[in-house]
């Protein structure tokens, strides 16, 4: 092929977007004709997403599924995606990301960055607390060690839920539970049943303090590169393929909770009002007031 | 990749040291290639340092150097001569013994092995053991890591090929406990033939015995000290390095006091070149890793491999002997991540179960660290060992065909792995 | 004025492996008490780069770099010394693109910062370019060396 793309993900291939990656890849081939070869490689095979993200700087032909929170290192107001309770519902944050606004911030990325967005509606489930023991309002978090993503505003979003942020890699994440270094996780159903969670702790509680929506990242040199017709064909594939795969992520975390429930787990819902209440003010304490006005204002229009 | 190869063999055939043969040769492959910048592989050298399991190795080596100080090795060596020293070989059955007492705590083979060689192998040379010998031993103990819980090899199966690790966990106990065993047998053979004599020619009475565990005891505790700050959950494995650093110092300092500032400044001197000897070769090992995944070069040996057979043993024993030889030249948890996605689904589809293959598959992996080309614990043990890469392996021979008999068993006898799992599992 | 850089290089390294561990043992009693501390990790492991790669040109200084020496050690002395002044020279290739390509690579991803603390990259990725130039230093030495005795040795021929 004359122009190939390596495509790399921390996530599994028994995850559900992955399978979404596979149809993204097949629609790209077929439709350049082969002239646009793309490769998978899941599991983190090629480096943590920091690196990769990287290598796609320094002109790699190398893509990356990444979250809002990583890319607010060049473009501030994306932090605003992962900030907890803003977005009611996964309707609202799929609303914002299709809206001009949301546009506009991700098209400063080629000239801030050297990266270029392919499609940003990968949705890959509600974040969810995984605990060993109840949860029904904020003070039942204090002095819970949660294992935070090692981004600031999880951080700040699990100190404001009541718990304890304590950051660590995700692979360490089952053996660490498992001794008792941390009490807690939170992430959303898919991954919380790949890294088998459910066989050392007793409750999850669908707190969904926030919609977890990923894009599909690439070099803008790379991108560059390409005639416009492929560059056109990698959007509409990557944004089709994003679509389809969100529903089937969507499906397969119902799934899957009910499984775990099967084997077990106590699944919870929960008032979200007072987390809510104690995590209001994050956004203004993370500079993002202007973004999430932006974003109040697009969801509700 | 052909450029990769050529230039590896040459490089390592003129005697340049593996660390730079490894990192040049896969630099060669960056100036051939479209759209791979050259700084990732400089990128990719630094890479391993931001590894939580490998921030363990620099640890656990200042812990071998500190415990050397401290006078802890001294009357560990003591004690283990009054409990093994009427047995044929007693230090080397004292350092397998260690070696799954410990081994199931620190998690990496490679900081085992580094820690055995500082803490038992400068003893044991100095006892008259072959340098060769004991370099071996080492290295074949430090294996034992990879079955006994928790190792990280496991979990990064579990995590990536969907297996329970609780299950990995627990089958990988009695396989651990089998491994020691067959080590043991092997090292008195082996001691028999050297005719390395007993240090003791009787019996320890109670009073010795007695005398020696109390002169020894704090250094005794260490072991235990590490397993019980994990297993409690006070620590991860790699904060359980640090904590015992802490422990080493304080006896050292205050109960043993042999621990003056100025050892401990000779220490952190011996431990800092001590770590450029095994960074190097893990940190270039990540260039080579990356440039190898990139060409799907796993994938395309798996294919092969189901083209030449489709006999359900012959398919599992052209993988394990595929496994083995990519554990010859690649990192356990480098082949772990690549091969686990394209291995299991050919295992699940000849009806293998995937925990009973994990075991195996994450024992071989391993054992390729103490092969040439690639081999990260062999040349970290031969390294602080001052041993030749050659007659470790010569010396390895008699232990190599140990570790055969131990996988033909795993694989004949599902029972060793599954008969505990399925005790504790059955539903 | 080498000497000086070697043991100011050494010192450093000591001083920041002592530092590395005591921050993580930190970490770990901190999260045990129910305080975790959250950026001792990130910043134990920015150590750690340092660490590395000072710790590599101090094994490259006292040469314990290890190699195979199953066909070399057959030949004559003067073509191993040949042989070895080649393979210093080679390495000095590399390092030599390690410098830079790696600064080069440390500018372009100069504005990412670290997840954690919100450090910037740059102090991460100096590190390997930055152990490329001491260890160019020490090649460079070793080639020195190695000049002065093959002149030595072939006066005396
Ligand atoms: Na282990
Ligand atoms: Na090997």
Known sequence: AEYSLNLSTSLTPNDPSYQGFEAFKKGVEQATDHHVEIKLFPSGQLGADNDILQYAQAGSNVGIIVDGARLAQFVPQLGVLTAPFLFPSYASIKKFVGSPVFHQWIGELPKKANLNVLSFNWFQGARMLVTKKPIKSPADLHGVRVRALEAPMTIKTISCMGGSPTPLAWSEIYSSMQTGVVDAAEAQPTAIYGSKLYEISKYITKTRHFYLETGIVVSHKWFASLPDKYQQILIDQSEKAGESASQATIKIGLKRLAQMQQKGVVIESVNTKPFAKACANVVNQMGLTKAAQDVERVIHS | MTITVILFVILMLIGMPIGFVIGIS????????????????????????????????PLFLLVGNMLNKTGVTYRLLDFSQMVSGWMIGGLAQINVLLATLLGGVSGSATADAAMQSRVLGVSMIERGYPRAFTAVVIAFSSLITATIPPSILLILYGFVGNVSIGKLFIAGIVPGILLTAILMFTNSIMARRMQIEPEMKHLPTRHELGQSFKRSFWALMFPIVLIFVIRLGFFTTTEAGAFIILYAFIIGRYIYKELTNQAIWEVLGETVSDIGVVM????????????????????????????????????????????????????????????????????????????????IFVVLTLLGANTPPVGICMYTVCGILNCSSIAFVKASVPYLIAFFAFVVLLVIFPGITMGLPHLLFAR | MIGKLRQLELALAKISLAAMALLILIGGIARTLDHPVIWSLEISMVIFAWVSMLAIDQALQKQRHIGIDILTIHLSQRTQRRLNLMNQLIILGFLICGIWYGYSFTITTGNQVLPVTQLPL?????????????????????????????RASESLD
Not at chain 2, 317 to 337: E, P, Y
Not at chain 2, 338 to 359: A, E, K, M
Not at chain 3, 126 to 143: D, N, R, S
């Open chain 2, 26 to 57: 896969s630099l060669a492959y960056f100036f051939t290639a479209h759209f791979l910048p050259i700084g990732i592989a400089f990128q990719k050298f630094a890479a391993p340092t931001q590894s939580f399991p490998i921030l363990a190795t």
């Open chain 2, 280 to 359: 190097i070769l893990i940190m270039a090992a990540a260039i080579l890793g990356h440039i190898t995944i990139l060409d799907q070069v796993p994938q395309h040996l798996a294919n092969m491999i189901t083209h030449i057979t489709t006999n359900r043993y012959g398919i599992l024993s052209l993988l394990l002997v595929f496994i083995a030889f990519a554990g010859m030249l690649f990192d356990g948890s480098v082949i772990i991540l690549l091969l686990t996605p394209i291995l299991l689904p050919i295992i699940r589809q000849f009806g293998f179960d995937p925990v009973h293959f994990g075991i």
């Open chain 3, 122 to 150: 740059y102090i991460l990725n100096a590190a390997v370019p930055t152990g490329c130039v001491l260890m160019a230093i020490t090649t460079i030495e070793h080639i020195i060396h190695s000049c002065r005795i093959e």
